[in-house]
């Protein structure tokens, strides 16, 4: 399993801008595919955005198409969400999981490995 720890989390105002990191350590990072979920409160995890292993393919969810972008540098086995025009509904926790395949998912299940989520909270 590849261990996964996100950062950059934080209270921000709406139309602020953050930038989430999630550094996996382990195993080969280029092995996987990756994905950003988030969980706001009272509600179930969905998904939010995935990149393939070589980063060639990027998905995103229709609530954050145009204003979030997921990238990867697999020389430092980190994966990002740059995060821009915040709104208060984009407050979650936030979380990155990784997938011992080249495609990504929109599926939870389809992840095998998770980090420990960081806070992101969006005031209006």
């Known amino acids: 399993q590849v261990q996964l720890v996100e950062s950059g989390g934080g209270l921000v105002q709406a139309g602020d801008s953050l930038r989430l990191s999630c550094e996996a350590s382990g195993r080969t990072f280029s092995w996987y595919a990756m994905g950003w979920f988030r969980r706001a409160p009272g509600k179930e995890r969905e998904f939010v955005a995935a990149i393939s292993s070589t980063g060639g393919s990027t998905y995103y969810s229709d609530s954050v198409k145009g204003r979030f972008t997921i990238s990867r540098d697999n020389a430092k086995n980190t994966v990002y969400l740059q995060m821009n025009s915040l709104k208060p509904e984009d407050t979650a926790v936030y979380y990155c999981?990784?997938?011992?395949?080249?495609?990504?998912?929109?599926?939870?299940?389809?992840?095998?490995?998770w980090g420990q989520g960081t806070q992101v909270t969006v005031s209006s």
């Open positions: 999981a990784a997938r011992f395949a080249y495609g990504s998912s929109q599926r939870e299940a389809d992840f095998s490995s």
